[in-house]
């Protein structure tokens, strides 16, 4: 079994990428942006910066089929958890709140 060798330029070149995604982020974040807008952007910056961080300092993208599929796999059981917490979440005002009587 061989090891894949990455050139130093990807490394700085994903580096540079990850400081410019950092950059955008505190730009960003000084503006008043609608709630909704905050948060895909700044979700948008994270996920494209941790799929960074897999794919070349974890070397995800050049393992085998198998590693590749066990972080797939990781990344839908975390949609799955992020799916029924949001479905909890946003449900919690639809319900009026039960109110009890004590007897006196």
Known sequence: ??????PKKTYYAVFGALMA???????????DLPWI?????A???A?????LVVLYFM???YSSRLTQVVVVAGIF???IMLVLTASDYV???LLAPVVSISAQ
């Not at 079994?1 to 990455?6: A, G, T, Y």
């Not at 807008?37 to 952007?41: D, E, F, G, P």
């Not at 996920?47 to 799929?51: F, G, I, Q, R, Y």
């Open 1 to 6: 079994m061989s090891e894949h060798i990455v």
């Open 21 to 31: 995604l950092t950059a955008i982020t505190v730009f960003v974040a000084r503006f």
């Open 37 to 41: 807008l905050n948060i895909v952007v």
């Open 43 to 45: 979700l948008t910056i």
């Open 47 to 51: 996920v494209t910066k941790a799929t």
């Open 59 to 61: 070397h995800v993208r």
């Open 77 to 79: 059981w975390l949609v």
């Open 91 to 93: 449900t919690r005002g």
